[in-house]
Structure formats: C-alpha cells, structure tokens
C-alpha cells in the first residue's frame, strides 16, 4: 500500500495537507511556488508545485536547495514510487482532475471522479483554493 495512503487515510485528508502545505510554503524565505515542476533549484531558490508543498506538510520537513531535486530519493523506507505517484496524483487533482487521487485511495464514485471546474497556476492558486475547499468537502461528507 502506498505510503501517503497509509499515512493520510482518505483523500479529503490528502487535499488538507496540499491547502496546508501550499500555505506553509508561500510563507517560507528560499521556496517559491511553481506549479508547472515538482522541484528544481536556481540560485539558492526552492521551486514547487503543489504536490512538493504536500509531500513536505506530510513528512514534516523543508526540502533545502540540495534536496529539492532528488527529494523522491530522500526518504528512508519510503518507495520512490509511492512518492512519485502521490504527487502524479495531486498533480492532476491540481488541474481539476481528481480521478487519480480517488484512484489512489480506492475511492470509487463516478460522481466525485469527474472533471472538476479549477486550475491551480503558480499565479492564481490561493484564488482557486474555494473550489478545491468545496470538493474537500464533498469527499468528507461522502465519508471519503
């Protein structure tokens, strides 16, 4: 079973961590948020989407400029894979397309799975985060 499944246990847990982690990260001196990598570094800068502001809320941790690019690497007992496709998943959740995050939480509702209107762009995300709040939502009174 996926690490981040395991750990988080619903998806509507998972998408806490990205609100929680995005907010974190834009606050941070050394990190800007990039929607369109899942982390490089430039001139002592972070960049990350989404999906690296989440897998740092969930593991508790800063990736510095050293670790930002090989960060599927850097966790001791965690499969590369898992965070590969943890943030292949929120990726796509990010461009309205939760169907792989339910996917990966075993979440079956073509209902809940369907295309959703939001788009998070390293420019506009703390305005589409509302959308993404209300499907939250959803998911939880769905019990997921």
């Given at each position: 079973m996926n690490y981040f499944v395991k750990t988080l246990g619903k998806p509507s847990t998972?998408?806490?961590a990205m609100f929680d982690g995005l907010h974190a990260q834009d606050d941070r001196p050394g990190f800007e948020i990039q929607m369109t990598t899942f982390g490089y570094e430039a001139a002592g800068i972070c960049?990350?989407?989404?999906?690296?502001?989440?897998v740092q809320q969930v593991m508790g941790i800063n990736f510095t400029?050293?670790?930002?690019e090989r960060h599927t690497n850097i966790f001791k007992g965690i499969e590369?894979?898992?965070v590969a496709t943890f943030e292949g998943a929120l990726d796509k959740l990010r461009k309205g397309e939760p169907y792989k995050l339910l996917e990966l939480f075993?979440?079956?509702s073509s209902g809940l799975a369907s295309r959703q209107d939001w788009y998070l762009t390293s420019r506009d995300w703390k305005e589409a985060l509302p959308k993404v709040e209300a499907y939250r939502d959803?998911?939880?009174?769905?019990?997921?």
């Open positions: 998972a998408i806490q960049y990350g989407c989404a999906a690296t502001c989440t400029p050293e670790e930002v590369s894979d898992d075993s979440v079956c959803r998911l939880i009174a769905a019990g997921h």
